[in-house]
C-alpha cells in the first residue's frame, strides 16, 4: 500500500503542477520565435534584428519571446530546417531574394525581409506538394501563391499564406512546401484529440487499480510482481503526462509545456525498458532461472532499467538545453514534444523499435529453447504450472504492448491518418485497461487472494509463499 500511496501523490503533484495556460494572439502556423527581444518604453518589442512589434502582437513564455509577424501586414513563412533536411535541399545565405509577381503581371526581384514580415522556422504537420521553381507559380506582394491545381478541382489556385513555406536558394530560386488542410484528414485528427485523453485518463485509473491489486495480494515479491507494478507504475505517469499535453494543447505555458514533455518522456522509456526486463526474464526463465525481487540478478536488472532510461534522459535535456540544429530534440520549440522527424527517430521511436526488435529476439529464443527441451525431455516436466502460467502472462503483456507499439511507430512513420489508424492509436492509449484485465481480472490466483485480504479477518489474511498464477 505504500508504494501505491507514493504512485497517488506523485501523479496528484504531477497534475497539479501542470494546470497553467497562456493566450497566444495568433494561430501556431504564424507565430516566431524571437530568441533576444527588449521591451521599450512605449510597450513595443524590438527584436534584435530592429523589427518592433506593437502590444497585442507578441508575447513571453517563459526564456522565449513569441510575436505575430502576420498581424503586421503581408508576411511570408520560411520553412524549418527539418522541412529542409526532408526535402533534400539546402538553404541559401542570406539575405533571401525571391521573385514576385506586381499588379502589372511582371516579376520583380525583392529581398524578404525588404518586402515581408517573416515567420521564421515555420512547419507543415502534414505535406502534400513540394514545388520548385520550374513549376508554373507565383508569390504575389501581399504573400499568397497562385498555383494552378492539376487533375483536381476542388483546390484553389490561390493558397494563403498559412498553408505554405519557402526553403530559399541560390540564385534567387526556391522550393515551396504546400502543406495539407484536407478537411477528410483533419477530421479524424480532431477527433485523436478528443477521444484520446478520456482513453488516457481511463488506462492510469485501471494501472493504479493494478498497482493497489498487486500490493496488497500476498505473496508479491517475485521478479514478475514487481515488473508488472513498474511497468505499471512509468505508463501511469506517462498517460498522465500524455493526457494534460493533449488537453493543453498549443495554450500551455512553454515551462510547463517542456517539464510536461521531458516526465513523460522519462516514464514512457522507462515503462519500455520495464518491458525489456519482462523478456529478459521470459529467457532467463526458459534456462530454468526463476527470479524473486530479492535477488541479485533482479536488483542488477532493475538498475539497468532505470539507469538507462534516466541516462538517455539526461542526454537528451543537455542537448535540448545546450544545441539548436535540426537534430536537436526541440521540445517546446513547434508543440510540446520533440521538434520534427529525425529528432523524434532519433531519441523516441528509434530506441523504441531497437528494444522491440530486441524484446522480439528474446521471446522467440526462450519460444524456441522450450520447444527443443520439449521435444527432448517428452513427458518430463520441464518447469511447474507456475512458471508456465508466469510465461503465458509475459507473453501476452508483451504482445500487448510490443505489437500495439510496432503499430504506433508504423503510423508515425507514414504520417498514418484516417479512421483506421485513430483505431490503432486508441487501443495502444487504452493499454492500462488491457494490462489490468490480463494481470487482474483475468488472474484467477490473484482474484481469490484479493477476495481472501479484503473480506477475512485480520488472522486469515493471505496465504504464505503466494505466487500469482496468470491464465
Not at 478541382?153 to 534567387?172: G, H, R
Request: aromatic share 14%; net charge neutral.
Amino acid at each position: 500500500m505504500r508504494a501505491a500511496g507514493q504512485v497517488i501523490f506523485i501523479f496528484l503533484i504531477f497534475w497539479r503542477s501542470c494546470l497553467v495556460f497562456g493566450i497566444e494572439p495568433c494561430d501556431k502556423l504564424q507565430r516566431t520565435k524571437i530568441n533576444f527581444g527588449t521591451v521599450q518604453s512605449d510597450g513595443k518589442l524590438e527584436a534584435f534584428d530592429g523589427i518592433k512589434y506593437p502590444e497585442g502582437t507578441f508575447w513571453r513564455e517563459g526564456e522565449y519571446w513569441w510575436a505575430c509577424p502576420c498581424l503586421l501586414g503581408p508576411c511570408i513563412r520560411l520553412c524549418e530546417k527539418d522541412l529542409a533536411l526532408r526535402a533534400n535541399s539546402t538553404e541559401a545565405k542570406q539575405p533571401f531574394t525571391i521573385k514576385i509577381q506586381g499588379v502589372d503581371g511582371l516579376s520583380h526581384s525583392v529581398l524578404i525581409k525588404d518586402h515581408f514580415n517573416v515567420v521564421e522556422e515555420a512547419f507543415c504537420q502534414h505535406i502534400a506538394v513540394l514545388l520548385d521553381d520550374d513549376e508554373k507559380y507565383h508569390i504575389y506582394p501581399n504573400g499568397s501563391l497562385y498555383y494552378p491545381p492539376v487533375n483536381n478541382a476542388d483546390v484553389s489556385d490561390i493558397i494563403q499564406t498559412s498553408e505554405f513555406c519557402l526553403i530559399p536558394q541560390e540564385a534567387q530560386r526556391e522550393k515551396i512546401v504546400l502543406c495539407s488542410n484536407d478537411a477528410d484528414a483533419e477530421e479524424p485528427e480532431e477527433m485523436k484529440f478528443n477521444i484520446l485523453p478520456a482513453f488516457f485518463i481511463l488506462s492510469a485509473i485501471f494501472l493504479l487499480l493494478t498497482i493497489v491489486a498487486f500490493c496488497i495480494a500476498p505473496g508479491n515479491n517475485s521478479a514478475y510482481s514487481r515488473s508488472v507494478v513498474c511497468h505499471s507504475g512509468c505508463l501511469l505517469i506517462a498517460f498522465a503526462g500524455l493526457t494534460i499535453t493533449y488537453l493543453s494543447g498549443e495554450k500551455s505555458h512553454i515551462y510547463v509545456c517542456k517539464f510536461v514533455a521531458f516526465v513523460t518522456y522519462l516514464f514512457m522509456m522507462a515503462s519500455f525498458f520495464w518491458l525489456n526486463v519482462m523478456c529478459i526474464d521470459i529467457y532467463l526463465a526458459s534456462k530454468g532461472i526463476v527470479l524473486q525481487a530479492h535477488d541479485g540478478k533482479f536488483r542488477a536488472l532493475s538498475t539497468y532499467a532505470w539507469g538507462t532510461a534516466l541516462a538517455i534522459f539526461i542526454v537528451t535535456l543537455i542537448l535540448d538545453l545546450t544545441t539548436r540544429t535540426p537534430l536537436s530534440p526541440g521540445i517546446g520549440v513547434h508543440n510540446c514534444w520533440f521538434q520534427g522527424f529525425w529528432p523524434i527517430l532519433l531519441y523516441f521511436n528509434g530506441p523504441i523499435f531497437i528494444l522491440l526488435v530486441v524484446n522480439l529476439c528474446l521471446f522467440l529464443l526462450a519460444a524456441t529453447r522450450l520447444r527443443f527441451f520439449r521435444k527432448e525431455a517428452g513427458p518430463v516436466q520441464i518447469m511447474d504450472s507456475q512458471e508456465k502460467n508466469q510465461l503465458r502472462l509475459y507473453a501476452k503483456i508483451f504482445i500487448l504492448m510490443g505489437g500495439t507499439w510496432f503499430f504506433e511507430i508504423i503510423s508515425w512513420a507514414c504520417h498514418g491518418k484516417g479512421v483506421f489508424w485513430l483505431i490503432l492509436d486508441s487501443i495502444n492509449a487504452l493499454r492500462g485497461v488491457l494490462i489490468f484485465l490480463i494481470c487482474v481480472v483475468c488472474n484467477e490466483p490473484m482474484r481469490g487472494a484479493l477476495k481472501e485480504k479484503l473480506c477475512m479477518s485480520k488472522n486469515s489474511h493471505g496465504t504464505i509463499g503466494y505466487k500469482p498464477q496468470p491464465t
